[in-house]
């Protein structure tokens, strides 16, 4: 069965700093990964995927992540956040695409 | 192009109530999934459905229901509403394969 894992529930920061938010994945079969942010009453957004190809996925708000196969990850970066990131991020993982895992979430809380 | 809607987006109900939620998917999207947001349990998924068949489905009991019209719009139905049904309940939508886009959600309370 798959699992994802992200083992930080919240990580606080302060404005520009890096961040790295960690998620780790179980799966026995090849599989899609993926990023959500889901801000305050809202629904859940794509922040990046990994479907095939390059490892390195970026998106367009500066957020990257990279696949690794050997180590089961796909860490979420950014190399200077800003107040506007804060939000919860989840990771998920499918095998086909349909049918998506999350893992519990990772609070980031952006200070000034 | 507009993106998955929900209706409603809040919904008051008490226990032993039955409940129909809707999704419009992503002109375009075959494929329509239902999840549901709890504190204490996360982001769970519901079922799939895929031209208008349940392609997949979660381990959740026969109360909850689900359905997809030829057009792609979707309703999930729970019945005998229980206390811990109150949830936010999430829909995306996509095509064939790859990644899902998720509706604003609806925020369902069971009193």
């Known amino acids: 069965a798959q699992s994802v894992t992200q083992l930080d529930s919240q990580v606080p920061v302060f404005e520009e700093a890096p961040v790295e938010l960690r998620c780790n994945y179980s799966?026995?079969?090849?599989?899609?990964l993926f990023w959500y942010v889901q801000y305050p009453n809202q629904g859940l957004q794509l922040l990046l995927k990994?479907?095939?190809?390059?490892?390195l996925v970026e998106s367009i708000n500066g957020f990257e992540a990279e696949f690794n196969k050997s180590q089961t990850s796909f860490h979420l970066r950014k190399p200077s956040v800003h107040i506007s990131d804060t939000a919860e991020y989840f990771c998920?993982?499918?095998?086909?695409?349909?049918?998506?895992?999350f893992g519990t979430g990772t609070r980031l809380q952006v200070f000034p | 192009k507009a993106g998955v809607t929900q209706t409603p987006r809040y919904l008051i109900k008490t226990r032993g109530q039955q409940v129909t939620l809707s999704c419009s998917p992503i002109?375009?999207?075959?494929?329509v999934s239902w999840y549901q947001q709890t504190p204490g349990q996360g982001l769970q998924f519901l079922f799939e459905?895929?031209?208008?068949?349940?392609?997949n489905k979660g381990n959740f009991p026969g109360r909850f229901s689900g359905r997809q019209f030829s057009n792609s719009r979707s309703e999930m139905n729970v019945s005998t509403l229980e206390l811990g049904d109150s949830a936010l309940y999430l829909c995306?939508?996509?095509?064939?394969?790859?990644?899902?886009?998720f509706g604003p959600g609806t925020r369902l309370t069971v009193l």
């Open positions: 998920a993982v499918s095998d086909r695409g349909d049918k998506l895992i």
């Open positions: 799966s026995s079969v090849s599989v899609y």
């Open positions: 995306a939508s996509s095509r064939e394969a790859g990644a899902q886009y």
């Open positions: 459905y895929f031209s208008e068949t349940q392609r």
């Open positions: 002109s375009g999207h075959r494929s």
């Open positions: 990994y479907l095939s190809g390059s490892t």
